[in-house]
């Protein structure tokens, strides 16, 4: 986050707000972006609501509140449009796990494997691949494919979809979120002491173990879905502690306890107020990608979005 030594919020809440008319942009945020961010937004999400939205919409200009591959994506599937990510170096710890040339070894190694990438990847990897998916649609994206799945990048959510279908066909990478791959079994335990009763939901981005001991392994829209619709009172909430601010503010009656506060992903937190104001002001940082990258990259985006 860069400091801004000249507006207080209020005024660049409202500067922010005159720009995007003039520019006609439209700003997306994911659901773990500072709590300033997503309450400017137009509109929060995860990463595949937010892809939805990036296709759809009828703005010249996309500001991306998240982190670069779900920019390069919102790029991939509106390449005419201007999309920016107001801080060039909000990346993915899991996405620079692996790139396209390992990728194209594993073809090698499993020719005839379908291989399967989780969004949180370069569009580099995308080019490389049959189809994606996010959290929310793996399992369905996963159930409709026959025979050997390489699934790339997440080892975390490959074994958690292989286990939800029975299936012993599907290969993980070795890629993890260090996020939620520190969540552990403990944790849980001690919150279900501390909070009898309460829903434990978890991200499908955390190891098997965790999840088989969760309520429920969601994608971050999920979550949010999950919580309307349970009478529960309180909730441990087992992912990234943006969203606590989401779900706060759509249910104020409602109480939630992170599975552990140190659940904060760093590139997630690099953004503030002033940064999105720069973005729309200079039109920075664009997101470019050449247009054969843009080609390969969209097939597989395209036929994740199709379902
Ligand atoms: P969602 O698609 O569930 O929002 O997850 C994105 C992510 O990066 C989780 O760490
Ligand atoms: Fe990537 Fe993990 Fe951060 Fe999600 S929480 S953006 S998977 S590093």
Same mark, same amino acid.
């Given at each position: ?129 049959? #189809?994606?998916? @996010? ?7 996963? &159930? %409709? ?5 390489? *699934? $790339? +990048? ?81 909730? #441990?909430?087992? @992912? ?7 779900? &706060? %503010? ?5 109480? *939630? $306890? +992170? ?49």
């Amino acid at each position: 986050m860069s400091s801004n030594p000249d507006f207080s919020d209020a005024e660049l809440i409202e500067i922010i707000g005159n720009l995007k008319k003039q520019r006609n942009a439209v700003i997306l945020a994911h659901n773990y972006v500072p709590a300033e961010i997503q309450d400017i937004a137009d509109f929060c999400g995860d990463s595949l609501e937010l892809s939805i939205k990036a296709a759809d919409t009828a703005a010249d200009v996309i500001v991306f509140c998240g982190v670069r591959f779900m920019a390069e994506t919102a790029k991939i599937l509106s390449p005419e449009k201007t999309v920016l990510l107001p801080v060039s170096d909000a990346g993915c710890a899991m996405a620079q796990m692996i790139d396209a040339a390992a990728v194209r070894e594993l073809k090698r190694l499993h020719p005839g494997a379908t291989v399967v990438c989780y969004v949180n990847s370069t569009a580099e990897v995308k080019t490389e691949v049959d #189809v994606c998916c @996010t959290s929310a649609n793996a399992a369905k994206i996963v &159930e %409709k494919l026959k025979g050997e799945v390489i *699934f $790339v +990048p997440d080892g975390n959510l490959a074994r958690n979809v292989a286990h939800k279908l029975k299936r012993d066909d599907i290969m993980p990478f070795k890629g993890y979120c260090p996020i939620h791959n520190r969540f552990t079994v403990e944790m849980i335990k001690k919150r279900r002491r501390e909070f009898p009763g309460a829903p434990v939901f978890v991200h499908p981005e955390c190891p098997p173990d965790v999840t088989a001991a969760a309520d429920a392994a969601l994608s971050t829209g999920m979550m949010l879905k999950y919580v309307r619709e349970n009478p529960s009172d309180t909730f #441990v909430v087992g @992912t990234e502690i943006g969203i606590i601010h989401r779900l &706060e %503010k759509e249910n104020p009656a409602k109480k *939630f $306890v +992170p599975l552990t506060t140190q659940a904060v992903c760093p590139d997630m937190k690099k953004i503030g107020l002033w940064d999105v104001y720069v973005a729309l002001r200079d039109l920075s940082e664009q997101i470019e990608l050449d247009e054969e990258t843009v080609k390969k990259a969209r097939g597989p985006i395209d036929r994740m979005i199709k379902g």
